[in-house]
Each structure stands twice: as C-alpha cells, then as structure tokens.
C-alpha cells in the first residue's frame, strides 16, 4: 500500500508541473502523486500525460469543473495512501518531510506555515504578502485560533480525517474552515 498520497491541483501549471514531479519523485521515490488539473489553457494535463508513461505512481484526473475545495477532494477520494498532501505546484516540497514527520509523531493533521520562525512566503508581489499576513492575524484574532496560517494550503493530514471532516467553501476560505473545524 502506498503511504503518502500528494495531491497537486492544478490550473495553468505547465511550466511548474514536470519540476515539481521530478522533486517529489526524487525526495520521495514511493510516493503516488495525484494531478488534478481544473481544465487548464495552458493543457497542463499534457505535461503530465507525458510523463505518466515514466512514473508508476503518477495519476492524472481531468476535470472540467473549477473550484480548489472540489479539486482537493476528487484528489482525496482518487488517493490510496494512508497520508494525505496538498500543495500548490509553485511551493517548495522540500517540507513535506516535515509536515509527514508531524504525522508520524502523532498528529492527525500538520500544517506548514508562513508565519512562524523560519517560514518562508516567497509571493510576489511583496503587496499580496502584506495582505495575506493581515488577513492571518485578522482571522487568528477574530477566530481565536492558535494556528499561525490559516491560508496555508499545504497541508498533510491522516486520510481518516477525512471521514469526519470535508473539505467545505470557496477559493480563500476552505483552508480556514478545513482548520478551525478539524
């Protein structure tokens, strides 16, 4: 069986997608990648038909849908690990293997921050970082949560959790709901 499912979904990713598949594969040889493109222009989708015929552990699920809640789930309900990942295809992978380390310690859920001690939010333009910083402090303040990102979207959690919470909501919101439910 396999143990972690990374669910990448897509839109307009083509020239992000092939890298971040050669990242995972290296950093994590077992691990089953799920693409979920939401019908890109660019044929994101393409790339990894391509390189489908060179990975074991790479699935491709097209939809004609939009909407990144929907796309996470379809993910979730495609993965076969006991682990679950998501990510966009613009942010660096190297932390799954601490976000799996929190797992395995006894977390059902783990979630990578910005805005903690060595996070990193490399967006540009510096503008959409000052806003998404006040939009988390606002929303940790508001909601009295101790989490520090509650726009992080890269997350791993047991895919049991899954069971008892679904992923609800619209673009900017379904990370905060997912969170502060769970």
Sequence with gaps: MINISVILPTYNERDNIRKMIEVLKKNLPSVEIIIVDDDSPDKTYQVVEELYSKNNNLRL?????????????????????????????????????????????????????????????AR????????????????????????????????????DVFSRITLRGYYGDYCIDFLLRA
């Design 61 to 121: 699920i097209k939809r004609k849908k939009k909407g990144l809640p929907s796309v996470i789930h379809d993910g979730i309900n495609a993965a076969e690990g006991n682990v679950i990942v998501w990510l966009d295809c613009d942010m660096p992978p190297g932390i799954i293997n601490n976000l799996i380390i929190q797992i395995n310690s006894g977390y059902d859920i783990a979630v990578a921050s910005r805005y903690i001690e060595q996070g990193v939010d």
């Design 124 to 159: 540009e333009p510096k503008f959409r970082v000052w806003s998404s910083k006040f939009i988390n402090k606002f929303a940790k303040r508001l909601l009295h949560s101790s989490i520090h990102d509650l726009t992080s979207g890269f997350i791993a959690a047991k895919k």
